[in-house]
């Protein structure tokens, strides 16, 4: 019977911390710029190998939950003996984060837009997507923040041949108080 009892307390204990996040205010007043690094798949495309973007974001808080990033991106996918031309990306993307502001670890979810150029043997092409993003930051300074993120991409305009890129980011930046 002391089992029953715990679950209702542990959820009530969850609940109320969950209703009291907006309180921290983590990126509330502040702009920040981050350098990225992440490892990029196109999904399920076996015979694409993955790759690496190095990439920068800017950020600004809109109020205590919401922040508004902007990020772009730089990304090489080396060719293989399936698919011997190198694909080379560049993403542009403008996200929505919904924070879920925890003092220093800083859980997010939210949607973004993007533009992605893509020159794959010897044709340049341009292509337009939606993600979805859910990540962490951890803010181990004022100042200082550490993440990290996955994000899945459908590009709207080639989903025969690439239906998702999915990314996994590690960033680093440095917030500033507006």
Do not use: K
């Amino acid at each position: 019977m002391g089992h029953v009892l715990r679950i209702p307390t542990l959820a009530s204990i969850v609940l109320a911390a969950w209703l009291c996040t907006s309180t921290a205010r983590a990126y509330e007043d502040q702009a920040g710029i981050s350098a990225d690094l992440t490892y990029g798949r196109v999904v399920p495309d076996s015979s694409r190998p993955n790759g690496l973007l190095l990439g920068a974001t800017g950020s600004i808080g809109l109020d205590d939950i919401w922040t508004a990033r902007l990020r772009l991106a730089y990304g090489f996918h080396p060719g293989t003996d399936a698919a011997p031309s190198a694909i080379q990306v560049g993403l542009l993307s403008a996200e929505l984060l919904y924070l879920f502001d925890i003092l220093e670890w800083v859980p997010y979810i939210g949607p973004g837009a993007d533009a992605m150029t893509v020159y794959d043997s010897g044709s340049l092409g341009a292509e337009a997507g939606g993600h979805i993003v859910v990540g962490i930051d951890w803010l181990a300074t004022r100042e200082l923040v550490v993440g990290g993120d996955v994000r899945l991409l459908t590009l709207l305009s080639d989903l025969d041949q690439r239906p998702f890129y999915m990314a996994f980011t590690l960033s680093i930046g440095w917030l500033f108080e507006l």
